[in-house]
């Protein structure tokens, strides 16, 4: 995956030390969380996604939307979109007119080949922690056990009601923190056949470039 996507979905390793045993209260939201997303039909989600570095005091903001449909889906960007049929990624560049197709390694447990480790990676290799409890969301930490991983911490806010992504916050070693606001979160959503696929009748004049 290309451009900003790179970054949006961040490699699923982390680090830090272990945060002693799983809490079982967040363990049971998460579960709840990620069964609600993974039964139904897609997950969609708007979002604002916030780019701290600060080592050299620098924010960059961009505006997305992603649907999910197991490890299928389809990533808008503004200068990037990328779809992914469960074997074949096309990422399309608007701005050079091309798109590039790859397929990726189904052995790849990174965000960026797979998205939706987003409501299960909390299952293998982290340590949970419910923080706080609100009044209308859960703030959850995911601690990795892998010591030389680059992150320091996940935090996820999950809302009571529905059970929602609201956001999702990534502390890295670096001093860089990624932030994800979910503006909208839609679970009903039945994606048309051909959503996460590049359909080259819609664009003219695109370049190709077949890696596969």
Do not use: C
Not at 139 to 163: A, H, M, N, Q, W
Request: proline share 5%.
């Amino acid at each position: 995956m290309r451009s900003i996507s790179a970054i949006l979905f961040i490699r699923l390793l982390f680090p830090m030390n272990t945060f002693g045993q799983n809490d079982q209260e967040a363990i049971k939201i998460l579960d709840k969380f990620t069964e609600n997303a993974l039964k139904a039909p897609s997950v969609s989600m708007k979002f604002k996604l916030i780019t701290i570095n600060q080592t050299d005091n620098t924010i960059d903001t961009l505006a997305g939307s992603i649907i999910l449909s197991k490890d299928k889906f389809k990533l808008d960007l503004p200068d990037n979109t990328v779809w992914f049929n469960g074997e074949t990624s096309w990422s399309y560049l608007p701005a050079e007119k091309e798109v590039t197709i790859t397929k990726p390694d189904k052995k790849d447990d990174t965000f960026q080949s797979r998205p939706s480790l987003i409501f299960s990676m909390y299952k293998k290799g982290y340590k949970s922690r419910l923080v706080e409890e609100r009044s209308d969301s859960y703030i959850i930490d995911l601690y990795p056990e892998d010591i030389k991983s680059e992150l320091l911490r996940v935090r996820l806010s999950i809302g009571k009601t529905i059970l929602n992504l609201i956001s999702l916050e990534y502390k890295r070693r670096d001093g860089v923190i990624v932030t994800l606001h979910v503006n909208e979160y839609d679970l009903k959503v039945k994606p048309e056949p051909g959503t996460f696929v590049f359909q080259p009748g819609n664009f003219k004049d695109v370049e190709v470039i077949d890696m596969r």
